[in-house]
């Protein structure tokens, strides 16, 4: 066989979700042996890219070749038997079955004798798969909830080289690795390389990009933008390369003061609730404070909690008045804003219309008496969604047809006209593209700047420290440590802090 | 793609108009005219009604993505309260007697629903046993005679007051208040409605209270108009509306597609099709026959699938 044909080639794959186009032509390589980097900002296709070759999901159109030879798969099954594995950014394992049963799901097969499961070879197995990848410390017959969020993690490596894959896709997997955790991933990576396989590796993190990679190919807006080999990585080069122009200064914000008011507008007490474990907080007048950590780390039910949504099994939410916060009614007279990281599950209704959706939250405001008039629905959306510049059709288009950072204007035009004074906004950039993500950051700071209170929750650290006045960060459900905004503060900094 | 949703919406804003041309032509010529003779109209009238303000009543529930499968039952045992009301104190007595009963039944229905969390399909399905042997405890057997009187109150006035009340508040109420917007808000995304801090439950109790208010008042309306008070009062209820509702577009999954004028043609396609089959003489078997292979296509056709998978 050739040695010069590349291992995978992916030729001119296209790929949208409704409007959004996710993919547009793409195309590149894999050659053996290689480690191939895939950078771009949120949104800019990777994971859909990666996801596609892993067949979890499938293209609309394009072709690849594994070896030379078309490669199509139907499912993820067909993918690993074809040697390609994927490590997903978001869980992919399952909490009540144990550490052995997760490495092998999908292959029990493998261990039935007589039609029997034969539970213990199973775990001798699985104990020796978590061996070679030098996770030893993990108990295969554990039950895989005891584990923290890492060794999770690293189950899921086992699980993925268990198949001894010709192709390992690492999407983002590091962010919930310790060094320990990554150096075990490194190694695997460069493994690998050496018995000329390939790897595909995902992040964001560009030091560590620079660091194991051969090759890294940048999308933007899922559009192909270029391939570098490693002896023309150079970082602003590669930062220009995925946000396509020079990083502009006023992308986070500018300043370095943070937040000199004192006046309290909300607090935490000693909330403990499902992962959180006794956190306490005030949020000043005309703050945004931001909360960083792991997916797992409790700040997603803390962005819950603070609305009401959920009530905490100890502990007290109050409005800066001393009201406590029971349930969203309550939270919303006290003028207090939320908007989901699920944000087409629980913030809007997808079904509806925009209009249906930005006047939902202020009827008392736009009703006269028990009844609504359109032209005073109409109104009322023009005074708040204008600045907005949401782009769709009318204010009828369905919400389903929009954009992911379209859908999030909604979601931030309903509760402007509300009058919210205090915003929790979890993941408020999540699946956005960057133009977008620019004019919610402004709006941030806008609101800011209007004395309204911003509570940040977000996996995005960058965007953690660019953005908050002050930061805390969870680590299982606790406080493990909070900063005030300066110039000094790095994500790696933070990292520590993480895991 | 957006061609076909363009197409695919106006198909479904137009097929409740298309059914109820189709039915009423369709038996016009079948019956050669008859249908549009006094009597029959008259009939289409005193049969109508019924469906009308039930499934006018059961569109706010549809909004919501609720049901109330008790209604059917619930006008017998109005029905019946009603009657001994009537025979005991006086006959003016039983119109609030029915609707209380109507309305009392209704709270219980919400309360059940949103406190207990049952689905409401089966929530209500257990009321409706509950009142399947109330209304044979209430009536000590079989029928009970109201006094002659009665029937004299129930004239074509007030049946024609009655229904242009209904189309006009049911209009105003589900398309210009705010329990309208907000009934269709819940049916859309639960989740997003307690995330905006409304408290979907009142609106849930205020809709099963209204249903069971017009129910206890159609309990009055059969009594008045028949003089009596029987275990099958009602039965056939149930299964109108449901059908009316679903020929007339309103989707069964609820949200912003659902339209009060769908609930209005519904019960008038069903209204013709009843009198229509009667007038040709068909057995009160066949007819249910025919309705329920109507209920299943008028789903098929309505239902969409193609949706769902990204609304739920």
Known sequence: MDKMEPLLKVAHMCKSFGITKALQDVSFSLRRGQILGLIGENGSGKSTATSIIASLQQADSGKMFLEGEPYEPKNSVEAISNGVCMILQEKGTFDLLTVAKNVFVGKEEMFVKHGFLDNREMVKEAQKALDVIHAGHIRAEARLSSLNFEDRKLVEVARAIYSNPRILVVDETTTALSRNGRDILYGIMRKMKKEGKSVIFISHDLDEIMEVCDTVTILRDGIYIDTLEKSDFHPPTLRKLMVGREVADNYYRADMESCKNKEVVFRMKNIFCKDVKDVSFELHKGEILGFGGLGDCGMHILGNVAFGLTEPDLGQVEAGDGTVIRNPTVAMKKKIAYISKNRDQETLMVSCSIKDNICLASYDKIAKGPFIFRKDENAFIDAHSKDLEIKMQDTNQYIMELSGGNKQKVALAKWLGFGADIFILDCPTRGIDIGVKANIYQLMMELRKQGKSIIMISEELSEVIGMSDRVIILKEGKISGAFKREEELTELMLIEYMV | ?312
């Open chain 2, 1 to 312: 793609m957006s061609f076909l949703k363009k197409s695919n919406i106006n198909f479904r804003t137009i097929f409740p108009f298309l059914g109820l041309i189709i039915i009423v032509t369709l038996f016009a010529i079948l019956t050669k005219g008859k249908l549009f003779s006094l009597v029959s109209l008259r009939s289409i009238m005193n049969d109508g009604i019924y469906v009308l303000l039930g499934t006018i009543g059961f569109t706010f529930l549809f909004a919501m993505g609720c049901m109330d499968f008790s209604i059917g039952y619930n006008m017998g045992v109005s029905c019946a309260v009603a009657c001994v009301v009537a025979n005991t104190f006086h006959i003016y007595a039983a119109i609030p007697a029915a609707i209380l009963t109507g309305l009392c039944i209704g709270i219980v229905n919400g309360i059940v629903v949103t406190k207990t969390r049952i689905m409401p399909m089966i929530a209500t399905m257990g009321m409706m046993f509950i009142l399947q042997g109330g209304v044979l405890i209430i009536l000590n057997g079989s029928v009970l005679q109201a006094p002659l009187s009665m029937t004299g109150m129930y004239t074509n006035p007030l049946k024609i007051f009655l229904i242009i009340i209904f189309i006009i508040g049911g209009y105003v109420l589900f398309e210009m208040t705010v329990f309208g917007r907000v009934a269709k808000a819940i049916g859309a995304c639960p989740e997003a409605v307690r995330q905006t801090g409304i408290n979907a439950d009142k609106y849930k109790v205020i809709a099963y209270v209204i249903m069971g208010a017009i129910a206890g008042l159609l309990g009055f309306i059969s009594l008045a108009r028949t003089g009596s008070a029987t275990n099958s009062t009602g039965v056939t209820l149930m299964f109108n509306v449901m059908n009316a509702a679903l020929l007339g577009g309103v989707p069964m999954t609820g949200g912003p597609t659902t339209k009060f004028r769908g609930a209005v043609l519904g019960a008038l396609t069903i209204s013709f099709l009843s009198s229509g089959m009667t007038i040709l003489r068909m057995s009160a078997q066949n007819q249910q026959l025919v309705k329920g292979i109507i209920f299943l296509a008028a789903i098929g056709i309505c239902f969409d699938r193609k949706n769902m998978k990204v609304i739920k």
